[in-house]
């Protein structure tokens, strides 16, 4: 098996259920082909599980959205924190050159 990121990814029970909700649609798709139930019930059944599944999606992408947000807002602060340090060491080299240039 091929392996890019070299880390297996954890499938959650959102995860199985998206899947089980894309095979039962693709399930009635299949049957309704045979003819067993009627178009009404496919349409109502069909329409159902697309609902549940956007459900989980966005569920989903709504959580890695938040931890992307948090992840920025840390990053943030941190070259804030950057900024700042770098800001004094130039103060500092300021304050020498202006001794240096007064003697």
């Known amino acids: ?11 959650t029970i959102e995860d199985i259920m998206i899947l089980i909700m894309i095979a039962a649609v693709v399930g009635i798709g299949l049957w309704m082909l045979a003819g067993s139930p009627t178009e009404m019930q496919a349409i109502i059944s069909i329409a159902m599980f697309f609902g549940t599944a956007g459900l989980f999606i966005l569920k989903k992408t709504y959580s890695i959205d938040k931890n992307s947000a948090i992840g920025f807002i840390k990053v943030k602060h941190d070259i804030e924190k950057v900024r700042i340090e770098m800001n004094n060491e130039f103060n500092n080299i300021n304050n020498k050159l202006d001794k240096l240039i007064k003697r």
């Open 1 to 11: 098996m091929l392996c890019f990121s070299c880390k297996m990814a954890k499938l």
